[in-house]
């Protein structure tokens, strides 16, 4: 684990944006009988997600939040000088789609721009790259995109993720100001593990093809997918959840020598409300104090951190407030953080 | 941990099959209610429990409550 901290920088504003297309989770029968689905659906709480339409991507939901962040805060896109995007559902394989952003949201030229592959993880490691490259003095002010269209990725005929994803975008401002005060990441990788979660076919190592594009039957289960759609070996993923997960949480907490009552919100990656349950008993949370969309957008990867304050927080963040962060998914890869907000400016979730 | 009290354990996993079907010998994958996020709920009872970790691999090589009882207490 890795334990970064930093002075005088932090979210200023965040907007986000997510598909009109609403699937209702307890009608999505098409590939098991009602029952099976009300099952599943209930347990892990999630009623409904969004799926952007086709010809959307993530892209599109990132840049319908940006430049509603822009108009909300009246910002110069002259003075964007960093604009990272966190996505494993981009446009093209090349160029990066940070590129492409830059010129639809009319950045100048000296935005540094690129991508980052990540997914669950990806707001707090994207929140600790920016934040380090903001240690540099010309580095000011800087975009954080945060989009994800994965309905696409996963089998809507394996009931072990079939029920789970969906689609959202969002942008967050960040800047530098004294006000801000500290802030704290812990950073893990474990590479070792990078098979519980993946999409083994379609990359240079096996690439496309008639055969991974050929639907199969992968288990006892009857469960039906492609080697170029995702699949998560989720006994295995909720073990490493289990053993890695409270124990970040207390390590931050420790290690910036905060309690658990100092932190006014704990916004979790939404994955299932079976594992934030989970979360939440293990650590004796106060409900109130632990927002979920779970049961409106599913999982939504990288962008469920910042969607959900954006959802959930609206309202509930004036002057000062203490937010832990905690991630946890593919690489595999976990991450906490704990960051002050002061004064955060929340849009109006944006439909396309 | 007597098998005895496992076997209760195991059985209050599950919302809809009642307890009395649950025995040493139930080859609890074969249940109708049974899912993977019922496999979620035994490894966290197991890690509640024992403080041991079973993996997915471990459940599904094993067919009865029992065998799964034996299988965690070799750990």
């Not at chain 1, 009931?159 to 100001?177: H, M, P, Q, S, Y």
């Not at chain 1, 779970?294 to 309202?315: D, M, Q, R, Y």
């Not at chain 2, 024992?50 to 070799?74: C, H, M, P």
């Amino acid at each position: 684990m890795q334990f970064l901290s930093f002075k005088n920088i932090g979210i200023a504003a965040i907007s986000g944006a997510i598909p009109k297309n609403v699937i209702n989770n307890y009608e999505y029968t098409q590939f098991f009988s009602a029952d099976e689905v009300k099952t599943v659906v209930d347990k892990i709480g999630i009623f409904e997600r969004r799926f952007a339409e086709k010809g959307i991507c993530a892209s599109d939901l990132c840049y319908a939040a940006a430049e509603k962040l822009f108009a909300d805060n009246e910002i110069n896109k002259e003075e964007i000088d960093l604009m990272v995007f966190v996505s494993q559902t981009p446009d093209y394989r090349m160029p990066a789609t940070s590129f492409l952003l830059q010129n639809r949201l009319g950045l100048p030229g000296n935005t540094i721009v690129f991508d980052i592959s990540l997914g669950c993880t990806g707001f707090i490691h994207g929140l600790y790259i920016v934040y380090s490259l903001m240690q540099h003095k010309s580095i000011n002010k800087a975009l954080l995109l945060n989009g994800e269209t994965r309905s696409r990725v996963y089998s809507a005929k394996d009931r072990r993720v079939a029920f789970l994803f969906g689609d959202a975008g969002t942008a967050t401002l960040i800047e530098k100001n004294y006000k801000f005060g500290e802030s704290f990441f812990t950073i893990t990788s474990d590479g070792a593990n990078a098979d519980l979660v993946k999409i083994s076919g379609g990359g240079y190592r096996n690439p496309s093809s008639v055969e991974t594009l050929k639907e199969k039957v992968v288990d006892g289960e009857g469960n039906i997918r492609s080697d170029e759609q995702g699949y998560m070996r989720g006994e295995d993923v909720f073990n490493l959840f289990i053993k890695a997960i409270p124990q970040d949480i207390k390590a931050i907490l420790s290690l910036t020598k905060h309690e658990k009552e100092d932190i006014d919100y704990f916004v979790f990656h939404q994955a299932s409300k079976y594992l934030n349950g989970y979360l939440a008993r293990k650590l004796t949370l106060d409900e109130s104090k632990v927002p979920s969309t779970l049961s409106k957008f599913g999982n939504t990867s990288s962008v469920s951190i910042p969607i959900t304050i954006a959802s959930e927080l609206h309202s509930k963040l004036p002057g000062s407030n203490k937010l832990l962060l905690s991630a946890f998914g593919v690489g595999m890869s976990w991450a906490s953080s704990i960051i002050k907000t002061i004064d955060i400016k929340i849009s109006d979730i944006t439909e396309i | 941990m007597e098998l005895k009290e496992f076997v209760i354990l195991f059985a209050e996993q599950f919302e809809d099959t009642p307890t009395e079907q649950f025995t040493p010998e139930t080859r609890f994958r074969e249940l109708t209610e049974w899912d993977s996020l019922t496999a979620l709920s035994i490894i966290a009872m197991v890690d509640e429990e024992f403080e041991k970790q079973i993996t997915g691999a471990d459940i599904r090589s094993v067919a009865t409550i029992e065998e799964l009882y034996t299988k965690i207490n070799s750990k």
